[in-house]
């Protein structure tokens, strides 16, 4: 990638009336990531060159992290989806920091995911750190309480040497931040993949709550309203920081010579979490808006640009962490921990007095105009006058070629049907034990261990259940339920299937537990947008997302796009994650993931096919990836997903595990591991696919003989196929009739040991 550079303040100041004195000034415009185009088209829209603070707020709000230019062209059709739940309309949607949902009683709830990966590679900690932060703070702008965070993660191979580096470091950022701010953390995944060697994905979710009327947008509105800077000083970290380091490809030479990225102080954000939640209740706010990517240039001119259209500030207010920086470095800093509020001139000494209680700095250094401009002075001279959208919303859109790959047939016809497969129950008892010994399905405690998930006292479900969930109200027991979900293995075959798999698994997770899934967020990570093949991937993969919402009634509320997630020529595979929010009336009619006792009837729900191309037993057995990933039937995934609700709140069932990655032998381990409570089953069909296929729309369910026979009726009802498979046991083993028996002492030390083991 080009070598990041951090301008400095020029001997003499570049303002306005210099910009137009001397139109032929060199600019370093390539050095901060624009092209030759983008830097003409600047010129036009000022009608003169930019200043170098103008330059540097167009290069940050028009890199692909914040102007999404490669991928806007493809995003735009979530909004041709109905902006509605099954519970009713969306409170706010696409274009917010956050999409508002309805769940009743008077509650909202907003969620979102957002990825910090690059930075991530380059400090781990600190980059994971402030990615949870980031996605705090946009939930907080919303005017909800942040109530838990969620933190979906892939890493190189578990044995490599970078992954030893970047990994404990990233798990302890994540743990660290959301710690520190008491906020559970309910869920996520860790995968492994030698494609994310050099390039780690951390995302970030949030998920907060809201009574209708606290809702708060991202607007600056009011002639004369004052613009208040408060939280943390600015400073030098994180200049040129994920706007820039999520708008490049990595080069294989390591982190050097790449942008500072930000600084984390998570005890700064709770204070700013209390400070902003008061000053919401109190009325005080007209509108708000977060600082993360890009700092204030994104804060000034987005604010500007949703609301009347002007703003003046002065840059001499912004508290500072460093005295020295030029306007430029303000502009661009992305230091963390710091908000944008909008005041009547009224309401602003009480709104200082708020943020003094709390001890959080807060300045007016602007205010709200009519002149349809963004204005900035520093030290007496004007150094910026832009019109507001063309920074924020009016940036570079790009068709970017994409092309089918040549080497997709090739792939898709090197189905795992030729693999050897396990022969005899010696055979399958072996495989069992190495797929749940392996990296990607077996035991995260060391990872999650590291969290709190129970703070705060709401937390219902967290890891290892399928979905997290959170109670909302005290008194009924509403709840929200939230999973995550990827798998990129079968997007790299089909990125259309493979997208709506990723929403079917997550769909199916929040099901499982009792909850109605309501809305979608998702979080696209993909390799360098200027490879046809990837773009190929990209389209084909929002294509699949928006059919499948449109297929489950569910509608996208927002997200993020990473691109340029690669190491030299080496793509990540493309791994768009699917996260799914429902609601749950009463959380203590939840279903549980393990098997609770013995003598429980154990039944299979939905069709298993021999479908195990891009599986995990590929995967672990033969390093295998090639095929057809098994077909989506999102009616079937609606069927069940009715089928487990209403017999949630009929607590019919007494535990449900969703069939996903390893199939029904992962789900087995994991239901009889959960509360050390064996099983005895027997298996329809060919048993190796019984155990390792992984198709779709099934989950393995308990329930007792009082309730078989009407939990039956109901899913003949419901056109979801029952196999009984066998029954829960006293006896502390994994039975499969006819083949194997596996003692749980010898399951669990499989299934337990693995990371400890890579990583003391």
Known sequence: ???????????????????????GRDQPWAELGLKADEYARIREILGRRPTSAELAMYSVMWSEHCSYKSSKVHLKQFGELPQETPLGPMLAGIGENAGVLDIGQGYAVTFKVESHNHPSYVEPYQGAATGVGGIVRDILAMGARPVAVMDPLRFGPLDAEDTHRVLPGIVAGVGGYGNCLGLPNIGGEAVFDETYAGN????????????????HLAKASGVGNKVILYGARTGGDGIGGVSVLASETFDEGGPSKRPSVQV???????????????????????????????????????LASA???????????????????????????ESQERMMAVVEPGDVDKFLAICEKWEVEAVVVGEVTDTGRLRIDWHGEQVVDVPPRSVAHDGPTYHRPFERPARQDELQAAGADGLQRPADGDALRETVLRLA?????????????????????NTVLSQPSDSGMVRVDADTGLGVAVSTDANGRFARLDPYAGAQLALAESYRNVATSGATPLAVSDCLNFGSPEDPAVMWQFAEACRGLKDGCEALGVPVTGGNVSLYNQTGETAILP??????????DDVTRRTPTGFAAADQRILLLGETRDELSGSEWAQVEHGHLGGLPPEVDLLAERNLARLLVDAARARMLTSAHDLADGGLSQALVESCLRNDVGARVSLPGDPFVALFSESTARVLVTVDDEHHDAFATMAAAMGVTVTELGSTSATPALTVEGQFELPLGELREAWTTTLPAALA
Request: aromatic letters at 4%; proline letters at 7%.
């Open 1 to 23: 990638m080009p070598e990041a550079t951090t301008p400095r303040e020029p001997a003499s100041l570049d303002t306005v009336a210099a910009a137009e004195g001397d139109p």
């Open 200 to 215: 780690p994905l951390v995302n970030a979710l949030c998920v907060g709550v809201l009574r209708h009327e606290d809702l």
């Open 264 to 302: 984390g102080d998570p005890f700064m954000e709770k204070l700013l979490i209390e400070c902003t939640l008061e000053v919401f209740a109190a009325g005080l706010v007209a509108g708000i808006q977060d600082l993360g990517g890009a700092g204030l240039s994104c804060a000034t001119s987005e």
């Open 307 to 333: 609301g009347d259209g002007g703003m003046h500030v002065d840059l001499d207010r912004v508290p500072l962490r460093d005295s020295s920086l030029a306007p430029e470095e303000i502009l661009m800093s």
């Open 437 to 457: 010994a392996s990296p990607n399905l077996c035991d995260k405690s060391w990872i999650t261990d590291q969290y709190d998930r129970y703070v705060q006292g």
């Open 575 to 584: 791994t768009p994650v699917v996260a799914v929010l429902g609601v749950i």
